[in-house]
C-alpha cells in the first residue's frame, strides 16, 4: 500500500506546490482554485491509503517473496452475469434525453433507474446468480 | 455470482469462456465479465472510428478543390465537430482505457475479474448510448453540433447555435463523461487491490501503470468537463450566465474550464497507448524494457504536469500569463523524450523481429515524435501566435492523438488479438495495411503543416485558388483516402481471420507478462494456474528459465531479483 499512497501524494504535492507558484505569480483566482481542487484530489486517497497502511500488515502482493499459497481463499464475489446495469443504463440515457426532448422519458428512465438499483443491490445481497 | 477461488497453482482443464453462462445477445447485454465488455468497448469504439473516419473523408472531398461544395457550410461544420468529438470521446479514449485496459489489466496483474463488475458493464453501457445520443443530432431539426468538439463560448450559447442538436452533444459528454469516471475508479481500484501475490507495484507492467496513471487522469479532469456541460446547458436553457457576457459572465471561463479537462484530456488518450507500445517493444525486440522506472516516474511527471499547462491553449486570449504556462508546457517535453528515449534503448541491441505489432508500434514511435516537436513549437508563444487555429496546429495534434490512436492501437489490437481470440491475424495483409496506413497518413497531415504556415485557416468550408494551398490540400485529401482504404484491408484480415481462422495457442510472440500464461482465450475468471511472480517478466522467467531476471537458491526456489540484462 506503501506505493500507492505514495503515488497519489506526490501528485497532490505537486500540484499544491504549482498552486502556491501559480496564485502568487499570476494573481488569477480562476486556474488557483482549479490547481487547488486538483491538489485536494490527489491528497484525499492519499491520506485514506496513509491512513490504511498504518493500520495494514503488507499485503501478499506488496511483498517480492510472496507465493501464491500465501493468498489461498475466496478472491472476492464476482456476479458472472446481471440484466441490471443494462437497464440502469438505458434508465440514464432516459433520464438524459428529458433534457433535450421534455419531461416524459425521464418519467420511465427513473422508473428503471430505481427498479435496476433497488434490484442490483438486493441481488447483491443474496449473493445468488442471476 | 461466482466467488473466484484464489489463484490455484493447480492446473485444471480450461473451461472456455464461451461455454460459461448464457449465450448471443443475452451474454452481451448482461455479460459483467471483464473480457466480454473489453471486447465490447474495442469493437463499439472501432465502429465510432468508421463512422468518424468517414465523415473525415466527406470534410477531405470537400476540401479537394477551391471554393468546394459537396456540403453546405452548416453540415461541413457540424462534420468537422461531430468528426472531432467521436475520434477523441468515443474513440481514441474509450478504444484503449475501455477495451484494451478493461481487457489486459485483470489478467497482467493476475486478477479473476474487475474490482467492480456491475460497474464495469454500465460503464460500457453509458458510453454506448452517449455515443449513440451523440449521433442523433444528425436526425432532429437544426442538426447536429456545429460549434467544434471545444464547443466554445459565446458560439455554444442558445443564441448561436439553437435546436435540439447541441443539447444532445451535451448530454451525450455527459453519459460518455461518466462512464469514463466509472472505468477509472474500477482500473484504479483493480490494480490497487486485486494484484496477485509477488505483483508489487514496481513489477505491474508498463502498460498497467499507465492505464493506472490514466484513471487518476480522468478523475481529476472529467468532472471539471461534466460540470463545465452541466454550466452551458443552464446557460442554454434555464436562464444563467456562466459565459454570456451580458449577464455579467464570461466566455474566457468557459475556455479556462475546458481546458483545465482538455489538457490532461490529451495525456488521458495518449498514456494508454504509451503503455501498448511500452509492452511491444520489449517482446519483440526479446529483451527486457530498458529504464522500467524511469519510464513509470515519467508517466506520473507527465500526468502532474500535464494539470497545470491548461492555458497553452489560450495564448491569443491575453489573459493568460505566458511565461508559466509555456514553461510548464516546454517542461512536458522532457518526461516525455525520457519515454522516447527509453523506448529506443530498448530496441537498441535488440533482436528485433519485425512482425505486424512491432511494425505499428515503430509507426507510432515516428509520427508521435514529429508531432510531438511541432508541440514543442507551439508552446512558444510567439510561434503559437502566428499559427494560432491555422491547419498548422490542426497537423500538430492529428499527428500527435490520431497517429498514436491509431498506429498503437492498431499495434495492440494485433498483439493481442490472438490473446481476445485464440486466432492470428494474417502477417500479409497486416504489413500491406500498415506500410499504406503509414505513407498515406503521413500525406495527409505533412502538407497540413505547410498549409497552415501558409495561413490557412482551421474549420474553414471553402477557401481561394489565390491562397496557394489548393496542392497542398489534393496531397492531404489523396492520402486521407488512402489511410480510409488501409482500414478495408483491416476488415478484409479481419473477416480472413473470422472465416478461416488460425489457432493462436497460449503464447505467440513469446510475451513476457501475465496475459501470456493462461489460455487464449482466456477461462472463465482467467487463470487455472499462476506462475511464482518474482520480476516484472514472470511469464519470460518461466519459459526461459536460463534468462531468468532473477536469481535462484541451489534448490531453485526464486531468490532475489537481478538488473535485467
Known amino acids: 500500500m506503501k506505493v500507492e499512497y505514495r503515488v497519489y501524494l506526490g501528485i497532490g504535492i505537486f500540484v499544491l506546490i504549482v498552486t502556491v507558484v501559480y496564485f502568487f505569480w499570476a494573481k488569477e483566482y480562476g486556474g488557483a482554485m482549479m490547481l487547488f481542487g486538483t491538489a485536494g484530489l490527489g491528497l484525499l486517497p492519499a491520506l485514506y491509503l496513509g491512513w490504511w497502511k498504518r493500520r495494514m500488515e503488507p499485503r501478499p502482493e506488496d511483498v517480492e517473496e510472496a507465493t501464491v499459497a500465501e493468498n489461498r481463499g475466496a478472491v472476492g464475489a464476482f456476479p458472472d452475469h446481471t440484466i441490471f446495469p443494462f437497464v440502469l443504463g438505458i434508465g440514464a440515457f432516459l433520464t438524459a434525453l428529458s433534457l433535450v426532448f421534455g419531461p416524459s422519458t425521464a418519467v420511465i428512465g427513473l422508473a428503471l433507474i430505481v427498479f435496476a438499483a433497488t434490484s442490483a443491490t438486493l441481488e447483491s445481497r443474496r449473493g445468488g446468480t442471476v | ?565
Request: charged share 10%; glycine share 10%.
Open chain 2, 1 to 565: 455470482m461466482t466467488i473466484a477461488e484464489e489463484r490455484s497453482e493447480l492446473a485444471h482443464e480450461p473451461e472456455a469462456d464461451a461455454q460459461h453462462g448464457p449465450t448471443g445477445i443475452y451474454k452481451w447485454l448482461t455479460s459483467t465479465d471483464h473480457k466480454v465488455i473489453g471486447k465490447n468497448y474495442m469493437y463499439t469504439s472501432l465502429v465510432f472510428l468508421m463512422i468518424a473516419g468517414a465523415m473525415a473523408m466527406i470534410i477531405r472531398a470537400q476540401l479537394v478543390q477551391p471554393n468546394g461544395h459537396i456540403v453546405s457550410q452548416q453540415m461541413y461544420n457540424e462534420l468537422f465537430t461531430i468528426h472531432g468529438s467521436m475520434m477523441l470521446y468515443l474513440f481514441a479514449g474509450p478504444f484503449a482505457f475501455g477495451g484494451f485496459a478493461n481487457f489486459i489489466l485483470p489478467l497482467q496483474i493476475g486478477a479473476p475479474d474487475m474490482a467492480f463488475p456491475r460497474l464495469n458493464a454500465l460503464s460500457y453501457w453509458l458510453y454506448l448510448t452517449g455515443g449513440t445520443t451523440m449521433l442523433m443530432g444528425f436526425f432532429v431539426n437544426g442538426g447536429a453540433a456545429a460549434f467544434g468538439w471545444v464547443s466554445y463560448a459565446p458560439l455554444s450559447s442558445y443564441t448561436y447555435s439553437p435546436g435540439p442538436g447541441p443539447d444532445l452533444w451535451i448530454v451525450a459528454i455527459i453519459l460518455t463523461g461518466f462512464s469514463g469516471i466509472f472505468t477509472a475508479v474500477n482500473l484504479v481500484t483493480t490494480a490497487f487491490y486485486l494484484r496477485a501475490p509477488g505483483m508489487t507495484m514496481f513489477r505491474m507492467p508498463i502498460f498497467t501503470w499507465n492505464m493506472v496513471v490514466t484513471g487518476i487522469l480522468i478523475l481529476i479532469a472529467f468532472p471539471i468537463l461534466t460540470a463545465a456541460m452541466v454550466m452551458l446547458y443552464a446557460d442554454r436553457h434555464l436562464g444563467t450566465h456562466f459565459f454570456t457576457v451580458a449577464g455579467g459572465g464570461s466566455p474566457v471561463m468557459w475556455q479556462n474550464l475546458f481546458w483545465f479537462f482538455g489538457h490532461p484530456e490529451v495525456y488521458i488518450l495518449a498514456l494508454p497507448y504509451f503503455g501498448i507500445a511500452s509492452e511491444i517493444f520489449p517482446v519483440f525486440a526479446k529483451k527486457p524494457i530498458f529504464g522500467y522506472k524511469g519510464l513509470v516516474f515519467a508517466t506520473l511527471a507527465i500526468a502532474g504536469l500535464s494539470t497545470g499547462v491548461w492555458a497553452h491553449h489560450m495564448y491569443t486570449t491575453g489573459t493568460v500569463l505566458l511565461p508559466f504556462f509555456a514553461a510548464l508546457s516546454l517542461l512536458i517535453a522532457v518526461p516525455t523524450g525520457i519515454k522516447v528515449f527509453t523506448w529506443i534503448g530498448t530496441l537498441w541491441g535488440g533482436n528485433l523481429q519485425f512482425r505486424v505489432p512491432l511494425l505499428f508500434a515503430l509507426g507510432f514511435l515516428v509520427t508521435f515524435t514529429m508531432g510531438g516537436f511541432s508541440g514543442v513549437m507551439l508552446a512558444s508563444p510567439p510561434f503559437d501566435f502566428a499559427v494560432h487555429d491555422t491547419y498548422f496546429v490542426v497537423a500538430h495534434f492529428h499527428q500527435v492523438l490520431a497517429g498514436t490512436a491509431i498506429f498503437a492501437g492498431f499495434a495492440g489490437f494485433y498483439y493481442w488479438y490472438p490473446k481476445l481470440t485464440g486466432r492470428m491475424m494474417r502477417e500479409g495483409l497486416g504489413k500491406l495495411q500498415f506500410w499504406i496506413a503509414f505513407i498515406a497518413f503521413n500525406m495527409t497531415f505533412i502538407p497540413q503543416y505547410l498549409a497552415g504556415l501558409r495561413g490557412m485557416p482551421r474549420r474553414i468550408p471553402v477557401y481561394l485558388v489565390s491562397d496557394h494551398v489548393t496542392f497542398l490540400n489534393q496531397v492531404s485529401s489523396v492520402g486521407a483516402f488512402l489511410t480510409g482504404f488501409s482500414f478495408l484491408i483491416w476488415l478484409l484480415n479481419l473477416w480472413i481471420s473470422w472465416r478461416r481462422p488460425i489457432p493462436a495457442g497460449d503464447n505467440p510472440w513469446d510475451g513476457h507478462t501475465l496475459e501470456w500464461a493462461t489460455s487464449s482465450p482466456p477461462p472463465h475468471h482467467n487463470f487455472t494456474s499462476l506462475p511464482p511472480i518474482r520480476s516484472q517478466r514472470p511469464v519470460w522467467d518461466k519459459n526461459h528459465p536460463e534468462y531468468a531476471d532473477y536469481t535462484t537458491d541451489h534448490d531453485g526456489t526464486p531468490k532475489k531479483e537481478v538488473e535485467p540484462r
